[in-house]
Every structure is written in C-alpha cells, then in structure tokens.
C-alpha cells in the first residue's frame, strides 16, 4: 500500500515526551505504515529521531520537510518536521515537548494537517516550565479555544472495538468524585458526545449508555442517593432534548458483550469506573479521542513507560489505533 | 453420568425466593446433573416444585426424603428435603427462605451435607419477617459463630474460570467507601483469603493483587492518599507476615490478560472495582463463595430476576457452576 495512502493532508504527531516510548512508536509507525490508511508526519527533533533509529539498528530514513512535503515523502522516509527546540536530555526537553503539540494544532489550523494525533507525555516533567494544565486533554482544549472561535469543552474518550467510554470525572481522588458530579456536568457531557458521535464517528442517532455511580446503581437510594438526586434528573433533561439515553446502569452489569450492544458509548462517573472495563477487554487497543474539540486528536491510550524506553520493545498497536482512528474521523 | 456421583454427602441447596428463579433453577440443574460431579439435595416445598416442574412441562421427579436418603434418590428424581414452611405465595414466605438457609446450614453441621449453596434472596423482602443482616453473606457468618466454635468473618469471593476477585466494602454508597478502609480490614481480609484459597482451592502459596483506591493507585499521592496511608502499609504487614502480596496496583491495567497471570485473586476497594472486572469476562459463570466460615458455601452470582421468573428461560449456567466449584472445595 505504499504510495496508495489516502492523498488527504497528512495527520501531525506530536512526539511527545523524548525520553518515553513515543520517539520509537514514531519509527515502528511508519516501518507498519503499510497498515494505515493515511499518512503521517512526526513534530520532533530529526537528530534524536535519527540518533534512536541507528541505536535501534531500525532501517528509517527520517527526511525533515516542510508540512506540504510530507505526504509525498511518507512513502520513502519518516516526515519530520523539525521542532525550534533540540532535545539534549535535560529537563529543558519539556519546551519541545510542549512545542510539538501546539505546532501540531497549528499544522491543523493552517490546513496541513487534517488531524492530531499526540504521543504520551510525562506531566510532572512540564510543569516546571509553565505547563498548567491536568494534562493534553485540557491543554488541547484551550489551544482550541485560542485558536477557533467559539467556547470548546473536551471531553475525554476511550475508545476500542469493542468498547467506548467517556469518563465524566477523570484525574481526582475518589472521595471528590460524588462532588464532582452535577446534572450540568451530565448533560452538557452527553450533548458533546452525541454531537460528535454523530458528526465525527458517523452514528446517525448514538445510543448513550449512563452508570450509576453506587452498587447496583444505588438499589432505589438504599444504597446511594446520587442517581436519584444527580443522574436520573440528567437523563431526563436528556431525553427531552431527543437524544438516546439509558440509564443510571449497574456498572457492574453493563459491560459484558449483550450489554454493550444495547450502546454506543457508555457515559462513566469516574476514572475506573470507564477504564476498568476498556482496559480489561481492549488492553492494546484502546485509543484516547477528544471530543468537543474544533479538530480531531488521538492519542494512544498508554503512558510515556519510561522504564521500557529506548529498547525497542514498546508495543505499537495503541498508536496504529490512534493514527487509523484519526484517518476515520478527520475530515 | 447418572449413578456415578460422588459418593460423598450430597450439596444441600436453599431454594432461595420462592418466587425467583431459585425453583426453576434446582429443576434445570438436576436435569443438567450429568454435568455435576456431585449429588445435590434441595431445601424447599416439594408441593411448589412439583407444580413448578408441572407448569414448564419439565420431566424432573420430585421425592420427598430425608437427607441421608437424598444421594441415593438423585440419579431417579430431584431429592427435597421438606421445609416446615409451605409457599402460598404470601409474604409470609419469607419464614420459608431463612428456613432453608439455616437448615442447609444445619445439614453441614449434623454432616448430612456436604457444602451449602445458596439460591437469590430478596433481602427486602425478609426484612419485615425479623431478618436483620445485609445479606446472605452476614447471615451465614452469624450462623457459624453460632454452631461452631471461634469468631468467624464472612468474606466474599467472586470466582470465575477468569477471574477471582475479593470486594473489602460492598453494599455501601460509594462516598462511604474512603472512610470505610482500613488497615485493620484490609490485613484481616487478606489473611482470610490467603488461608481459604490455600485451604480450600488447594493453592499452595497463593498470588494477592490488592488494587488502588484512586486513578493510577493515586500516583504518588498526586490523586488521593489513601494508597500511602492505607493501602501500602497494609501490604507491608501482610508480606511481613509470609505473605505473597503485590499492588496497589493501579485498578485500570490489573484485569487483563496477561496482568491476571500474575496474581490468583484480586483484593479490590470497593463493589464497582471488583464486579466489573468478573461480570465483563464472566457474566454467565461467577460464582459466589463465602470464605471464611467454617464450612464450604457458593452461590449463583445474580440475584432472583423476578422479572423473567416462572418462564423457564433462566440462564442455569451460575448454578451450575456453583454446585460444581461447592464440589471441588467441600471436603
């Protein structure tokens, strides 16, 4: 399939985080490049990409080129295009890390990239160089909202062939989660993940499944009173406004696979509650989609593994998952 | 297979809610029992299974007998040991089905039986009748402090061919959960199990996983710190004690494939984080077991389906298996 990738812009890959898995999934990508639909070209430093692939003994050339170059180099070589930061290993490498990301958005807004897809990063390593925020997902969302007209809210998807996930509370202890929860949160979540169901994913008229929070989705308030007082109220709202919405579930019970296909998403309280059944049915394969967003980003579902890092061995099927979930969904 | 059962004592089964899917479960499994390596005896209303098994048109002899009889009676006809209560199918039922459990109980103790199982319940329904536990669970503990000797903790085990998971807080809303951990819990808990797999399942030096309470094993204490104060000091009492204990291990990544070939059985924090995990790889054949008492008891995982009883297309597959797993474990 080499040359027959689909002539649309290029997808930008951030690099993520140089001295994680990212730098080597960029190689092994495009060494499988012939599994994706669409190509790609990688924001980093050419030397260090370059410097890992001979490290390796991996046959990639890496070719630096301008945006509008890259599809056609995609065939041949890995399109770089370089970042203003080199990466030396020392903790100043977050300026590129937050570089890469924001030139990727930036490929899209200029229209030379049809979509983002963005290897892991290592939070703690930026924000000592001002990096504010919990991580990608609402970095990406204030790039959008200075970059696009409009207020963006993203919304954080997992997404696997088997199972999608949207959890509506993600990186916070457990104690804050029932705090957390509100009917806006609910049902303005929901109106994004219909929305961009419909427009990005294709499904005419998504059919969102909603959790309980508390065992057996609170047993008539017996045990938990946030379905009745939070949750129930919300799909209410929701199905008033037409959409599908089921719900509060069991949590327990609605992931095995008759369940699952009563659902195209299924809306999640909190962290585990969302990742526990993707991570477990889909472990490789997960894909990290932000909803709500002006453009389309992926990301792999995994971190940057450092204790892996360099060797070669890191598995790239979340990443080939992200890339061939991007090229389905960008325009 | 009929006639070469186990010679050993029969199971005695609690027919569980009379109008469940209890009945009609005790007749499909008998139907089944060339599949079961061990006779079974049922504590119910012969009249109502006889009606029952009448109604659906199934051919499942009902004999009335005393327990001693029961093993002899299974290869021809469904053994019963008769309950004092009838069923009218009043509430007064509810005396019926705290009968049943208690005289299984009573079975295993006189050593007519060999194991208890466990029919569903209706809890709500036996509240008004002076039952006062939160379940079968409770309800079998106290039964053991009061006919055998020492202090006995019902701990609750879902096992499946998959995945074996222990839940240390259960039927609680899931704000309680954070202030419902302790140490004192978490280290008595697993000790229970350690000795019950060993004792029971035959696991020469069982695998504890025990999960984190927050996203990630709350990363450091980045999110949540129950896992510093809690979890890891709980896990260095247990490895001090002999133990082979591992975690907090962050609750997302501990349940697929090649992560559950580290461990045996998965200690988790709280309802949600344990039944997902079983129910999504092995909704049709968990199986409730009580560790910690004094004798062998499993249970159907579900509950009494009201909804689809009397029809005859309950799924006997959890039964099954606990009238199997009761079998291997009992003495």
Redesign the interface.
Known sequence: MDGAHDPRRPLALSIGDPAGIGPELALKAWLLRKALPQSFLVLADPAQLRALAADLGWNVPIEETAPAGAAAVFARALPVVPLQHRFDGTSADAAGVIEAIERAVELVHQGEASGVVTNPIAKDRLYAHGFAFPGHTEFLGDLANKGWPGAHQPVMLIWSPTLAVVPLT??????E??RLLSQDLIVKTARIVARDLKARFGIVRPRLAISG????A?EGGS????EIETIIPSIAHLRAEGLDVRGPLP???M????ARARYDVALCM????A???V???A?DEGVNVTLGLPFVRTSPDHGTAFDIAGKGIANPASLMAALALAARLAP
């Open positions: 993600i990186h916070v202890p457990l104690k989660v029932p929070l508390n065992p057996h609170g045990m938990g009173r946030e949590a327990d019970t992931f095995h696979a008759a909190y962290h585990d509650q990742l526990i059944p991570k477990t049915l472990f």
